[in-house]
């Protein structure tokens, strides 16, 4: 049984990326077409990660950005939305300094749109990027997502997704996702959307922990904060929730909320959590990839559970439906606990 709810819930753990046939890849691009999903999209700055899985093996991935020089796929690029499952046709970027494979896309065919199963208004985002880093040689970031050892860093100012350049990659190898860094850092002048910063490696601390998200493993856990909704998807195989975090600087954690131990008991506790949400329909806004509510708390008790650096988010191990304390009021506030 623990297996089965390990399968069910592999997404929210997203385990490093095994080694693709970057070959097949390549040929799939040229010929007949590649299928994918994509992981995120972000119109107004032309920002579009596309996820590509060995058919045979969920575990063997590959997440690259796609990019496109004529007008047509420009437009369908800046409409697809996240798990939209599409085929592109097109080549990679030759000249491309990054670890990270940039495809230029010739063609694309929306296979399957994703459509959530609750309506809302498109996200606003509050960071202006890269008004708010004009000036600035540091500044302190949520680790988004860490891979090829190091050398792809994606991080998060305030609710900004921003690529960072890394050349030396022992700076970095050793981060999780979820950990608070403060960084040091320029804007590179190309490309001019989405804004690139690069790692001033030359400076005496380039990176500081500020908070390592793997310590809190096997911790004592009891966070409190606004409920937030995951809905089922082609990664996620049921709704899964979590409780929100707010941290300083603009930036916040989402603890997911699992029990491994029994599906059973993992049913209840999300029966619990679906049944409060239902409580309060539309009073929710809309969290970029998820949806938090404006009407219900949580007080979640259990174990903190890091196990992974590229884990989609911290998680607190739940015994039952008990260690859950649900709080509703009319407009449920969304500060961390005291």
């Not at 796609?66 to 592109?88: E, F, G, M, P, Y």
């Not at 998200?213 to 809905?231: K, Q, S, Y």
């Not at 600087?249 to 049944?275: D, H």
């Amino acid at each position: 049984m623990k297996t089965l709810i390990f399968f069910l819930l592999s997404s929210l753990i997203s385990f490093s990326a095994a080694a693709v046939d970057l070959h097949e890849i390549e040929t799939a691009l040229t010929t007949d077409g590649l299928t994918g999903w994509v992981h995120g999209s972000i119109s107004d700055r032309k920002m579009v990660v596309f996820t590509y899985r060995n058919p045979s093996n969920y575990f063997d991935y590959i997440q690259m950005s796609l990019i496109a020089d004529n007008s047509t796929v420009r437009t369908q690029l800046a409409q697809v939305q996240r798990h939209d499952q599409i085929k592109i046709t097109g080549a990679f970027v030759s000249d491309n300094p990054s670890p990270q494979k940039h495809i230029l896309v010739s063609k694309l065919e929306m296979i399957q749109a994703f459509r959530p199963p609750i309506s809302s208004d498109p996200y606003p985002h509050q960071a202006q990027i890269p008004d708010e880093l004009l000036g600035k040689t540091s500044a302190t970031f949520l680790v988004h997502a860490i891979a090829e050892g190091g050398h792809i860093l994606v991080v998060e100012y305030k609710d900004a997704v921003c690529p960072i350049f890394v050349e030396n990659a022992e700076l970095t190898k050793d981060l999780f996702r979820s950990d608070i860094v403060e960084l040091k850092f320029t804007i590179q002048r190309r490309p001019k959307q989405p804004t690139h910063l690069q790692l001033i490696e030359n400076d005496p601390q380039p990176v500081k922990v500020i908070d390592a998200i793997r310590n809190i493993h096997g911790l004592p856990a009891v966070v409190e904060g606004a409920l937030v909704f995951f809905p089922k998807s082609p990664e996620i195989k049921f709704n899964v929730f979590a409780v929100q975090e707010l941290l300083p600087e603009g930036l916040s954690r989402q603890y997911t909320l699992v029990n491994f131990e029994s599906m059973e008991n993992f049913e209840k506790i999300r029966q619990k959590l679906q049944a409060a949400w239902d409580r309060h329909p539309g009073e929710y806004v809309n969290g970029r990839n998820k949806w938090i509510s404006k009407s219900i708390r949580v007080r979640a008790t259990g174990t903190f559970n890091e196990i992974d650096p590229s884990q989609a988010n911290p998680q607190i191990l739940l015994d039952s439906e008990n260690s859950i304390e649900i709080i509703e009021t009319s407009s449920a506030k969304t500060s961390p606990l005291k």
